[in-house]
T-cell receptor, first 114, second 111 residues
Framework: SAVISQKPSRDICQRGTSLTIQCQVD?????MFWYRQQPGQSLTLIAT?????????ESGFVIDKFPISRPNLTFSTLTVSNMSPEDSSIYLC???????????FGEGSRLTVL | KQEVTQIPAALSVPEGENLVLNCSFT??????LQWFRQDPGKGLTSLLL?????REQTSGRLNASLDKSSGRSTLYIAASQPGDSATYLC??????????FGSGTRLQVQP
């Protein structure tokens, strides 16, 4: 398994500001994933982040809105830029465990935009 | 495009009942299928992972089956307890290592 820590766990932000979410893993992993869970909805993949290369974004998500950094094999950040109330969601970081393909998730970062 | 559906959307049962949660997916070319549990406001806890070559996996009171050809999986919970109350999510990996999720089944076990 993998232990994933996310910061902040929750935050309340003003419209038009940006917030950076951090994800720290207790082991080196090749691929990290960022998901969004809007209120009452299931999870949607935002992007896949590999160390040393640009993140790959899913349809409907763009780098200008959700820039991602992946400076090493244990850490990644997701920034939510120019926030609006529609960005209020839980943002979750995920990594794949070694061998089985099982995915593990952090506790999530609950973002409320006023 | 892979789509994952979970039925029922919500379920309320008395403590001690055995229950079955259903998951279906449209593209049978999957790498694996995973069941998760999510408590309100929390992240996801992995319950069971079934590889595409497997038929079922068991962990304690949980048993998950996979019928890839028909695009179906079930999660069986034996002797349900109030602590089992949560949302249960099914997700498939089509080989990209990223998951496509169903909308979940919200389970309430009444004491």
């Amino acid at each position: 398994s993998a232990v994933i820590s996310q910061k902040p766990s929750r935050d309340i932000c003003q419209r038009g500001t940006s917030l950076t979410i951090q994800c720290q893993v207790d082991s080196q992993v090749t691929m990290m994933f960022w998901y969004r869970q809007q209120p009452g909805q299931s999870l949607t993949l935002i992007a896949t982040a590999n160390q040393g290369s640009e993140a790959t974004y899913e349809s409907g998500f763009v780098i200008d809105k959700f820039p991602i950094s992946r400076p090493n094999l244990t850490f990644s950040t997701l920034t939510v830029s120019n926030m609006s109330p529609e960005d209020s969601s839980i943002y979750l970081c995920s990594v794949q465990g070694t061998g089985t393909g099982e995915l593990f998730f952090g506790e999530g970062s609950r973002l409320t935009v006023l | 495009k892979q789509e994952v559906t979970q039925i029922p959307a919500a379920l309320s049962v008395p403590e001690g009942e055995n229950l079955v949660l259903n998951c279906s997916f449209t593209d049978s070319a999957i790498y694996n299928l995973q069941w998760f549990r999510q408590d309100p406001g929390k992240g996801l806890t992995s319950l069971l992972l079934i590889q595409s070559s497997q038929r079922e996996q068991t962990s304690g009171r949980l048993n998950a089956s996979l019928d890839k050809s028909s695009g179906r999986s079930t999660l069986y919970i034996a002797a349900s307890q109030p602590g089992d109350s949560a949302t249960y999510l099914c997700a498939v990996d089509t080989g990209r290592r990223a998951l496509t999720f169903g909308s979940g089944t919200r389970l309430q076990v009444q004491p």
